[in-house]
């Protein structure tokens, strides 16, 4: 009897493990972590998805996409070692409130920083595009915008809890 339920816990335990793997390793469904060039040629997002792009433009919004990357990266090393920095201070024994704020407005200027940058990029790409694709790129960009928000708060919440 000890034996056949020993089996059972065994099968079951086997078929939860099976079912909890996806079913194909090289699968596309999640981005999160790969080059924005990379999603963009997959046709799965990026910023020429559904817009039905000329060969030009979409080789002009690989050159601005790389071009951003290459200006904002450095930016995003120094925000993480900003936020690294917040945390030995906020950490720290004996906390400097002074250098605490210091350091929140470092960081804030590095994120307002690359929200300029990408702003620009945004607009550069935009005036790529017909009317007709500026209407699709604009209500795309309030979805993914609203997405991205939702998607914080999980995070957040998650965090938090």
Do not use: Y
Not at 13 to 21: E, G, H, I, R
Not at 50 to 60: I, P, R, S, V
Not at 72 to 82: C, D, H, S, T
């Amino acid at each position: 009897m000890k034996t056949k339920i020993l089996m059972l816990v065994v099968l079951l335990s086997m078929s939860v493990v099976l079912v909890a793997q996806p079913a194909d390793r090289n699968s596309k469904k999640s981005f999160r972590g790969q080059n924005p060039e990379m999603r963009m040629n997959e046709g799965q997002r990026g910023a020429g998805n559904g817009l039905n792009l000329t060969d030009a433009q979409k080789e002009a919004f690989k050159q601005s996409m790389l071009a951003t990357q290459k200006q904002v990266q450095p930016i995003r090393n120094e925000l993480g070692e900003a936020m690294a920095r917040q945390k030995t201070l906020t950490t720290a024994e004996k906390p400097d409130l002074g250098a605490i704020n210091k350091n929140i407005e470092k960081i804030g200027a590095l994120k307002i920083e690359i929200a300029k940058i990408q702003a620009k990029h945004r607009l550069e790409m935009r005036a790529e595009l017909t009317d007709e694709q500026r209407l699709k790129f604009d209500e795309r960009k309030g979805k993914m915008m609203q997405d991205r928000g939702s998607k914080g708060m999980k995070h957040r919440m998650r965090m938090q809890g």
